[in-house]
Nanobody
């Protein structure tokens, strides 16, 4: 069994910063791609940023230059540093990971979601 636990969301003023974390635990052999998605009310879930096992990153156009995704493989943790936040960044943020378990199965996992609200 594998579990993803997110933390770091909250309320922040426009222009502020937040750092999200997503820690994976359980029967993990290796974590391949990791990413962050978000879903705003009334909208579809969208990819915010992704990072491969080799460290290559990609970003949605709307966040490029403001958000930074990183990973700590020793801690099985992925981070999302969010700077210069805008009200339109308000959403529930979810981490997503492709995990190879110790039993040899590859499974895609989602975190439980963390609310980010950008408002004055």
């Amino acid at each position: 069994q594998v579990q993803l636990v997110e933390s770091g969301g909250g309320l922040v003023q426009p222009g502020g910063s937040l750092r999200l974390s997503c820690a994976a635990s359980g029967s993990i052999f290796r974590i391949n791609a990791m990413g962050w998605y978000r879903q705003a009310p009334g909208k579809e879930r969208e990819l915010v940023a992704g990072i491969t096992s080799g460290g290559s990153t990609n970003y949605a156009d709307s966040v490029r230059g403001r958000f930074t995704i990183s990973r700590d493989n020793a801690k099985n943790t992925v981070y999302l540093q969010m700077n210069s936040l805008k009200p339109e960044d308000t959403a529930v943020y979810y981490c997503n990971e492709d995990i190879l378990t110790r039993w040899g199965t590859g499974i895609n996992y989602w975190g439980q979601g963390t609310q980010v609200t950008v408002s004055s």
